[in-house]
């Protein structure tokens, strides 16, 4: 920390008293004792991280959310992180205006607002347009963004904020109060595309910007900052006078849906997003607000794309939000205050003789090294530079705005889920919003390990050696249609989604092992590639080996993850052989992240009615078909309670030596099937009677009894309803329909089963 220089600029800039003074250092010294050097925090993210650590709201204060260490807050906590962050805030004022060289010495300049030139000399107050090669830097607040004009250029990523940002920047304006210092949101870097300006008034002092701007960054605060205003204009909160317009280069009809269609979302029933759900830090959870989005694309087919998604989302936070939280009218008048007045942006103008080309590289160099911005945007940038590089202005605005369009649908067959887990199954891999990442690193086949920004380097590094890359574009393009192909095609699309999967074969291998079949071979290849992956072999205890995947091995304990595979293939080959037309769902394997479940519970443990005690015994004796008492049943039925039967100790020796001998059984094939998560976590110990009935009424209502949505599979229905067997009993799971359904599942497996090596099922 700048301790000396921070001093001097708080006794000569900010004219505060010795008490205050000495209060500010020692803020930021507390912070810099438990987080480490502020310099270095700035030149990483100008405080960003700090800030955000330092966040505590009335709603964590209620929920009795403790600060983390290493930072240690004696006493109350809200209060402690507000002076810390006001010290905070401070530092980061006093850094950028020492990174300008612009400390205000005139008491009647606005301590809101300062300028900079390019060479970093202070401008006079009287000019009105910045002459030449002169940058202009202001704090400004959010009611000056009146009446203005922003353009998204080609170049520019999506708008990609959801549901934890917008939920945090409300909050965080809530809470703000003005004694805490500056309330500002990261730069506006503009380009001005004329040379029409506006004469602002900041306390007392006169500015003048330029009207019309190209956002260079700051797309996603000035996308939000729209939607917000827009929707307080809408219900009538705040005046026409404070809205302004955006509009976007080549994503066409994002533009179109902002400036005439917000109001198909105002006016979209939204009772779906709770206060309960509004309250929680669960910002990953995003059911409610897509369930809200399906019902929404149904109506408004026209607006489906991943823009209009991120506007749904941010927007139905923020009407739900302002509904529940700013109900009364007081409440939302003070919120709108601190929004138009106390919110401050940092307004930067770039030198308007700038070309495009220096505009992009400003977005290339600005934008590098942050954590929300991906590779592949980072990319297109590069490319609409090369394009633009390569040919006159004319051609290169035909060809930007192709590209752009290309781009725009690759992306959007990729945030498709069900194209996506086909290829992709990966939860943790790609989560930055973007998807078409993946596209790139399977193409320069990016080495395991390497970080994200692998494919971004390589494409930099050609581009600063003066090699074009627009032909790695087309390499993309085709890599695409080509899976684009395989999804299209049931039989490709059902085995390469397997393979993937079930981790047998990744799409990177899949490429390289049939570039240049044909399709005919291609399928044979795959069909190939299960064959091989079920061909795993064992080794028994006398050393003999034998085939994990044939049928009578597969155990939930010893090879849960093989049992696993199969069942998935059983599952998905139900498709191929009986619904021409339709897909497996793949995303909703791996995002409702289905585990096998028993069909007959492996042991009574959680069990407390005597009754259903009885019936489990009954159960798994008959499939199990063990040799006991005939009065084993009775015996059991005759004690009351479970605590009562536990005082038998001759019964309660004879049922756990039945628990023993039979719980092995119930971890064979017979015995289980796929079901998602929260389902299977339903189901738990019950017997088959029920859960039929469970499972049943799930898949007729399509969510389970927390109104959570719920696919079953189809298999684990026909199990449950005994499809395959001739004598259907609905009562329970005998060995009858256990042999069945194997064989049910050999039958349609055949073709990929391996032959077995031993005849007995080994002992492991």
Same mark, same amino acid.
């Given at each position: 920390?700048?301790?000396?220089?921070?001093?001097?600029?708080?006794?000569?800039?900010?004219?505060?008293?010795?008490?205050?003074?000495?209060?500010?250092?020692?803020?930021?010294?507390?912070?810099?004792?438990?987080?480490?050097?502020?310099?270095?925090?700035?030149?990483?993210?100008?405080?960003? =991280?700090?800030?955000?650590? /330092?966040?505590?709201?009335?709603?964590?204060?209620?929920?009795?959310?403790?600060?983390? *260490?290493?930072?240690?807050?004696?006493?109350?906590?809200?209060?402690?992180?507000?002076?810390?962050?006001?010290?905070?805030?401070?530092?980061?004022?006093?850094?950028?205006?020492?990174?300008?060289?612009?400390?205000?010495?005139?008491?009647?300049?606005?301590?809101?607002?300062?300028?900079?030139? @390019?060479?970093?000399?202070?401008?006079?107050?009287?000019?009105?347009?910045?002459?030449?090669?002169?940058?202009?830097?202001?704090?400004?607040?959010?009611?000056?963004?009146?009446?203005?004009?922003?353009?998204?250029?080609?170049?520019?990523?999506?708008?990609?904020?959801?549901?934890?940002?917008?939920?945090?920047?409300?909050?965080?304006?809530?809470?703000?109060?003005?004694?805490?210092?500056?309330?500002?949101?990261?730069?506006?870097?503009?380009?001005?595309?004329?040379?029409?300006?506006?004469?602002?008034?900041?306390?007392?002092?006169?500015?003048?910007?330029?009207?019309?701007?190209?956002?260079?960054?700051?797309?996603?605060?000035?996308?939000?900052?729209? /939607?917000?205003?827009?929707?307080?204009?809408?219900?009538?909160?705040?005046?026409?006078?404070?809205?302004?317009?955006?509009?976007?280069?080549?994503?066409?009809?994002?533009?179109?849906?902002?400036?005439?269609?917000?109001?198909?979302?105002?006016?979209?029933?939204?009772?779906?997003?709770?206060?309960?759900?509004?309250?929680?830090?669960?910002?990953?959870?995003?059911?409610?607000?897509?369930?809200?989005? #399906?019902?929404?694309?149904?109506?408004?087919?026209?607006?489906?794309?991943?823009?209009?998604?991120?506007?749904?989302?941010?927007?139905?936070?923020?009407?739900?939000?302002?509904?529940?939280?700013?109900?009364?009218?007081?409440?939302?008048?003070?919120?709108?205050?601190?929004?138009?007045?106390?919110?401050?942006?940092?307004?930067?103008?770039?030198?308007?003789?700038?070309?495009?080309?220096?505009?992009?590289?400003?977005?290339?160099?600005?934008?590098?090294?942050?954590?929300?911005?991906?590779?592949?945007? /980072?990319?297109?940038?590069?490319?609409?530079?090369?394009?633009? $590089?390569?040919?006159?202005?004319?051609?290169?605005?035909?060809?930007?705005?192709?590209?752009?369009?290309?781009?725009?649908?690759?992306?959007?067959?990729?945030?498709?889920?069900?194209?996506?887990?086909?290829?992709?199954?990966?939860?943790?891999?790609?989560?930055?919003?973007?998807?078409?990442?993946?596209?790139?690193?399977?193409?320069?086949?990016?080495?395991?390990?390497?970080?994200?920004?692998? #494919?971004?380097?390589?494409?930099?590094?050609?581009?600063?050696?003066?090699?074009?890359?627009?032909?790695?574009?087309?390499?993309?393009?085709?890599?695409?249609?080509?899976?684009?192909?395989?999804?299209?095609?049931?039989?490709?699309?059902?085995?390469?989604? @397997?393979?993937?999967? =079930?981790?047998?074969?990744?799409?990177?291998?899949?490429?390289?092992?049939?570039?240049?079949?044909?399709?005919?071979?291609?399928?044979? =290849?795959?069909?190939?590639?299960?064959?091989?992956?079920?061909?795993?072999?064992?080794?028994?205890?006398?050393?003999?080996?034998?085939?994990?995947?044939?049928?009578?091995?597969?155990?939930?304990?010893?090879?849960?993850?093989?049992?696993?595979?199969?069942?998935?293939?059983?599952?998905?080959?139900?498709?191929?052989?009986?619904? #021409?037309?339709?897909?497996?769902?793949?995303?909703?394997?791996?995002?409702?992240?289905?585990?096998?479940?028993?069909?007959?519970?492996?042991?009574?443990?959680?069990?407390?009615?005597?009754?259903?005690? #009885?019936?489990?015994?009954?159960?798994?004796?008959?499939?199990?078909?063990?040799?006991?008492?005939?009065?084993?049943?009775?015996?059991?039925?005759?004690?009351?309670?479970?605590?009562?039967?536990?005082?038998?100790?001759?019964?309660?020796?004879?049922?756990?030596?039945?628990?023993?001998?039979?719980?092995?059984?119930?971890?064979?094939?017979?015995? /289980?099937?796929?079901?998602?998560? $929260?389902? &299977?976590?339903?189901?738990?110990?019950?017997?088959?009677?029920?859960?039929?009935?469970?499972?049943?009424?799930?898949?007729?209502?399509?969510?389970?009894?927390?109104?959570?949505?719920?696919?079953?599979?189809?298999?684990?229905?026909?199990?449950?309803?005994?499809?395959?067997?001739?004598?259907?009993?609905?009562?329970?799971?005998?060995?009858?329909?256990?042999? &069945?359904?194997?064989?049910?599942?050999?039958?349609?497996?055949?073709?990929?089963? *391996?032959?077995?090596?031993?005849?007995?099922?080994?002992?492991?």
């Amino acid at each position: 920390m700048q301790r000396e220089e921070f001093k001097n600029w708080l006794i000569n800039t900010e004219k505060y008293d010795v008490t205050t003074i000495n209060s500010r250092i020692g803020n930021c010294s507390t912070i810099e004792k438990a987080y480490g050097d502020l310099d270095e925090h700035y030149k990483k993210d100008r405080l960003g =991280s700090l800030l955000k650590l /330092l966040k505590y709201s009335r709603q964590d204060e209620r929920e009795e959310i403790q600060q983390q *260490p290493p930072l240690e807050i004696e006493g109350d906590i809200y209060t402690g992180l507000a002076t810390l962050r006001q010290g905070l805030k401070r530092y980061l004022e006093f850094k950028l205006q020492l990174e300008t060289n612009t400390y205000s010495k005139d008491k009647n300049e606005s301590n809101d607002a300062f300028k900079i030139t @390019f060479h970093n000399k202070v401008m006079s107050k009287e000019s009105l347009i910045p002459s030449e090669n002169k940058n202009t830097l202001l704090l400004l607040p959010i009611k000056n963004l009146s009446n203005k004009f922003f353009e998204i250029g080609s170049y520019q990523r999506g708008y990609k904020w959801g549901k934890k940002e917008i939920l945090e920047l409300l909050n965080d304006i809530d809470s703000y109060d003005k004694s805490q210092g500056l309330y500002c949101l990261q730069p506006l870097v503009l380009k001005p595309l004329n040379n029409e300006i506006e004469k602002i008034e900041i306390n007392n002092t006169s500015y003048s910007i330029f009207k019309n701007n190209e956002v260079v960054d700051g797309q996603q605060r000035t996308t939000t900052l729209f /939607l917000l205003l827009k929707y307080f204009e809408y219900k009538g909160w705040v005046d026409k006078k404070y809205l302004y317009e955006i509009d976007f280069k080549t994503r066409e009809r994002s533009g179109v849906f902002l400036k005439g269609n917000l109001n198909l979302i105002f006016e979209f029933p939204l009772d779906k997003i709770t206060k309960e759900e509004l309250d929680k830090k669960e910002y990953h959870d995003l059911k409610n607000i897509n369930a809200l989005w #399906a019902s929404f694309i149904d109506q408004n087919l026209d607006y489906n794309n991943v823009d209009v998604y991120h506007f749904f989302v941010v927007t139905g936070y923020l009407i739900r939000w302002v509904e529940e939280f700013l109900s009364e009218e007081n409440l939302r008048n003070v919120f709108i205050e601190k929004l138009l007045k106390g919110v401050k942006v940092i307004w930067y103008s770039l030198d308007d003789s700038e070309n495009d080309n220096q505009i992009i590289q400003v977005f290339l160099n600005n934008n590098k090294g942050k954590i929300g911005l991906t590779s592949s945007e /980072l990319i297109k940038a590069l490319f609409i530079l090369d394009i633009k $590089n390569s040919e006159s202005v004319s051609i290169s605005d035909i060809q930007i705005n192709q590209f752009a369009s290309e781009w725009n649908s690759v992306e959007k067959q990729l945030q498709d889920d069900s194209f996506w887990y086909f290829i992709q199954p990966n939860e943790e891999q790609y989560q930055g919003g973007t998807r078409i990442d993946y596209l790139f690193d399977l193409l320069l086949d990016k080495p395991k390990g390497a970080d994200d920004f692998f #494919a971004y380097r390589h494409y930099e590094k050609k581009f600063n050696s003066k090699e074009s890359i627009l032909k790695s574009w087309e390499e993309v393009v085709q890599l695409y249609y080509k899976l684009l192909n395989w999804y299209e095609d049931s039989e490709i699309f059902h085995f390469v989604g @397997f393979l993937t999967n =079930s981790n047998i074969k990744t799409v990177d291998k899949l490429l390289k092992e049939n570039k240049g079949k044909t399709k005919k071979e291609l399928k044979k =290849s795959l069909k190939n590639a299960v064959r091989t992956g079920f061909k795993k072999k064992g080794k028994t205890e006398d050393n003999k080996e034998f085939f994990i995947y044939s049928l009578d091995n597969l155990h939930y304990e010893n090879y849960s993850q093989e049992t696993r595979k199969v069942l998935l293939l059983y599952n998905v080959f139900y498709y191929l052989d009986n619904m #021409a037309g339709h897909k497996f769902p793949f995303e909703l394997f791996i995002k409702e992240k289905w585990s096998i479940e028993h069909i007959i519970p492996q042991t009574p443990k959680d069990i407390e009615d005597i009754a259903i005690y #009885a019936q489990w015994f009954e159960d798994i004796i008959a499939y199990a078909e063990l040799e006991v008492d005939t009065n084993l049943i009775k015996r059991i039925r005759a004690h009351v309670t479970i605590e009562d039967l536990k005082k038998d100790k001759e019964l309660k020796f004879d049922l756990d030596k039945i628990v023993i001998e039979s719980e092995d059984i119930t971890h064979y094939l017979n015995n /289980l099937l796929l079901l998602d998560r $929260n389902t &299977n976590s339903t189901l738990s110990n019950k017997l088959f009677d029920e859960k039929r009935s469970i499972v049943l009424r799930f898949d007729k209502n399509g969510f389970n009894d927390k109104e959570k949505p719920v696919f079953i599979p189809i298999e684990t229905l026909n199990a449950f309803n005994k499809t395959f067997s001739k004598e259907i009993n609905i009562k329970n799971w005998t060995k009858e329909d256990g042999d &069945n359904y194997v064989c049910a599942i050999k039958d349609r497996l055949k073709e990929f089963l *391996p032959t077995k090596l031993e005849n007995t099922t080994p002992k492991v």
